[in-house]
């Protein structure tokens, strides 16, 4: 059960100080969890929603357990930005489709031969 009690609480504090800001953020992300907030959102077309990570490093921090967690975020990102390459070409590719080009003479062209570029779309030819 989500504990919205946090929530309550927070909502009364006149000026929060940044602890009690992080504490609201984790404890929304708990309740939206018990939600299934991600499951919807990708039912719905959405992405996941991205956790955080730990950028600050102390000396005495356990390292190993922080790699692995860092490790994670790294290879879920690295999956999503493959993903997001290939949304966006996807889109680029309906918008090329549909593009009634404006084709401009592309004069940093390095082999010097004729290409040009659509000023609309960016489609290349
Ligand atoms: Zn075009």
Redesign the pocket.
Known sequence: MADWSYIDHFRTLANPEPGDIITLESTLNNVLNTLDSNVIHIQAGYSKRWPRYLTDIEEDDDHSKIIDELRKHYWARERQQKKLTSIIQKREKIL?KN????WEKDCDSRDHRSHYD?K????YR
């Open positions: 090329q593009c009634e080009h404006v659509c609309k779309c960016g489609a």
